[in-house]
T-cell receptor, first 115, second 111 residues
């Protein structure tokens, strides 16, 4: 059974703080993703990684950075948190499946509030 | 990039009736179309997917149809039950591992 875990379920931070969200998967998946989920907007891709130390910008990368030093771990960093980054953050992983897009497995999410 | 539109945004059905959610996509190169279900407070989970070499796929009470010419695909849930109440997301992808999601449909099944 695929397990994707995230470091926190709920997080409250102050404007200007540096925030780290961590994601770990135990299925040896090559691909990992960070999304934010806002009502009426669906899931929007922030960053994507297809290999260790590799990253690719998604649709809304501004204000975020990522780090992937190990295959199983993908971190999302908010360098200076702002109130408009208050959201639900979801991590996901997927196998590369012979070059085809395949099922993404999601973590439980982190509800971040920036005050 | 890919743009996926999903309708309706909310859907209320009587238990036992059918529910249909429709999505359109913009990139004709898209070839993978999954549907995710997210129950309240839970993570999204894949319920069914279809690839572009297939026109329809069924799994018990749920089915997905794909019309590549019109660039739209639909989720059909028959004999709805209270546990079908959730938010449903459609998505589309080319062979780049990434998914573009629709905005979601909140389905409520009335007892």
């Amino acid at each position: 059974d695929v397990k994707v875990t995230q470091s926190s379920r709920y997080l409250v931070k102050r404007t200007g703080e540096k925030v780290f969200l961590e994601c770990v998967q135990d299925m040896d998946h090559e691909n990992m993703f960070w999304y934010r989920q806002d009502p009426g907007l669906g899931l929007r891709l922030i960053y994507f990684s297809y290999d260790v130390k590799m990253k690719e910008k998604g649709d809304i990368p501004e204000g975020y950075s990522v780090s992937r030093e190990k295959k199983e771990r993908f971190s999302l960093i908010l360098e200076s948190a702002s109130t408009n980054q208050t959201s639900m953050y979801l991590c996901a992983s997927s196998p590369q499946a012979g070059g085809r897009t395949d099922t993404q497995y999601f973590g439980p999410g982190t509800r971040l509030t920036v005050l | 990039g890919e743009n996926v539109e999903q309708h309706p945004s909310t859907l209320s059905v009587q238990e036992g009736d059918s529910a249909v959610i429709k999505c359109t996509y913009s990139d004709s190169a898209s070839n993978y179309f999954p549907w995710y279900k997210q129950e309240l407070g839970k993570r999204p989970q894949l319920i069914i997917d279809i690839r572009s070499n297939v026109g329809e796929k069924k799994d018990q009470r749920i089915a997905v149809t794909l019309n590549k010419t019109a660039k739209h695909f639909s989720l059909h849930i028959t004999e709805t039950q209270p546990e079908d109440s959730a938010v449903y997301f459609c998505a589309a992808s080319t062979n780049d591992y990434k998914l573009s999601f629709g905005a979601g449909t909140t389905v409520t099944v009335r007892a």
